[in-house]
């Protein structure tokens, strides 16, 4: 069982940035492709980025294409710049064992409790 924990979410004005992190809990998440999705009040979860284990492919929705980052060391990064009011989500990081890193929920075995991020404009 793998439990992660995110943080790093809060209240913050359009342009401005923020950095989410996910860390699990007493386990290595270094045998996991990693990925991070949100969910808006009144819609689906989405796909936002994704990690391969060794860090080596990254993978991004259109709507965060150039202005989101994910990286990851023995914790998993979100780096959010230029953020907008439509990224006004819980931000929830997830990770799946599976060799091919997955976009859709049901592709990872493991979920944060996640953690909100609110844009101003």
């Known amino acids: 069982q793998v439990q992660l924990v995110e943080s790093g979410g809060g209240l913050v004005q359009a342009g401005d940035s923020l950095r989410l992190s996910c860390a699990a809990s007493?386990?290595?998440?270094?045998?996991?492709?990693m990925g991070w999705f949100r969910q808006a009040p009144g819609k689906e979860r989405e796909f936002v980025a994704a990690?391969?284990?060794?860090?080596g492919n990254r993978y991004y929705a259109d709507a965060v294409k150039g202005r989101f980052t994910i990286s990851r060391d023995n914790t998993v990064y979100l780096q959010m710049n230029s953020l907008k009011p439509e990224d006004t989500a819980v931000y929830y990081c997830?990770?799946?064992?599976?060799?091919?890193?997955?976009?859709?929920?049901?592709?990872?075995?493991?979920w944060g409790q996640g953690t909100q991020v609110t844009v101003s404009s």
């Open positions: 990690i391969s284990w060794s860090g």
């Open positions: 997830a990770a799946s064992n599976r060799i091919v890193v997955g976009h859709r929920p049901y592709e990872y075995n493991y």
């Open positions: 007493g386990r290595t998440l270094s045998r996991y492709s």
